[in-house]
């Protein structure tokens, strides 16, 4: 397959939701855009009939998938020049009746499977001098919300991550940017969550209202994934991308309030923060 004029996209979780709204534009737009999924099915035909996109099988959480799309893209189209990591998934209880084998396969796809992807990724980038590195996080990876700990945690350790990278491929000409959508009218409040349900009555009001309510807005969200790609699409055309893009009024809102919310407390409590250290004397 020869590459066309134009970047080149690698997008992971494309069967749905932003993975596959961001893969139908930018394949429309022209670019070089290779388009994956565990299931190979799920987006054969968002490839059909374009010379210019490419679909692979992957699955985040076995690196020796990882390995194979990443080689693949790299043989079809040359580079990769822009990574979208978009797999992952949500999972819902309260912290105590969290089920392990449902947090650490969380982590997995959502934590573990992104940072090996990047992994794979980044050599291609660091040769060409160029690159960026767009990671879907959530609103949830700059505030916790009750009945979403686990799934907070998993964005919160990538968004921190994403600071590290930015300083380590920054100077090399690659960006890092993390998407943090609010509510938005994905599958991800649907099919695709995950949730143990909440039993016990001290949480009745917290985590397990939570729950219900986000089951209960799911398919009526104000968010339009539609919008939200050409926003990316949008972002990697700009010299100077940001390092955060909140998605979303109800998302903008919230994120700038807690921000706020937290800067105050930190200034409240300076004086002991700073009496911590030792004295200049010593």
Not at 221 to 236: E, L, S
């Amino acid at each position: 397959m020869a590459a066309q004029s134009g970047p080149v996209w690698f997008i992971s979780g494309c069967s749905t939701g932003f993975g596959r709204e961001l893969a139908q534009q930018t394949i429309a737009r022209g670019f070089n855009v290779v388009v994956t999924a565990r299931n190979l099915s799920a987006v054969a035909d968002l490839v059909e009939g374009h010379d210019n996109a490419l679909a692979v099988a992957l699955d985040v959480t076995q690196q020796a998938s990882i390995d194979q799309a990443v080689q693949a893209a790299i043989g079809a189209f040359g580079t990769i020049d822009v990574l979208v990591n978009n797999a992952g998934y949500g999972y819902q209880s309260s912290i105590e009746e969290g089920v392990e084998s449902e947090i650490r396969a969380q982590f997995d796809a959502n934590v573990f499977g992104l940072f090996a992807l990047t992994r794979a990724v980044l050599p291609a980038m660091r040769q060409a001098r160029r690159g960026h590195v767009i990671n879907i996080t959530s609103v949830a990876g700059l505030i916790g919300f009750a009945s979403s700990g686990y799934y907070a945690a998993s964005k919160h350790a990538v968004e921190g991550w994403s600071d590290a990278l930015a300083q380590e491929a920054g100077p090399l000409g690659i960006h890092v940017t993390c998407v943090e959508p609010g509510p938005f009218r994905t599958d991800w409040a649907g099919r695709s969550l995950h949730q143990t349900p909440s039993t016990l009555p001290d949480y009745a009001e917290t985590a397990a209202a939570r729950m219900k309510a986000t089951a209960d807005y799911s398919g009526t969200q104000k968010g339009d994934p539609a919008r939200a790609a050409a926003a990316m699409i949008a972002i990697t055309e700009h010299d100077h991308p940001p390092r955060h893009l909140v998605m979303g009024a109800w998302g903008h809102d919230a994120v700038t309030s807690k921000l706020k919310e937290r800067l105050a407390e930190i200034e409240a409590w300076k004086q002991t923060s700073v009496e911590t250290d030792f004295p200049e004397s010593q």
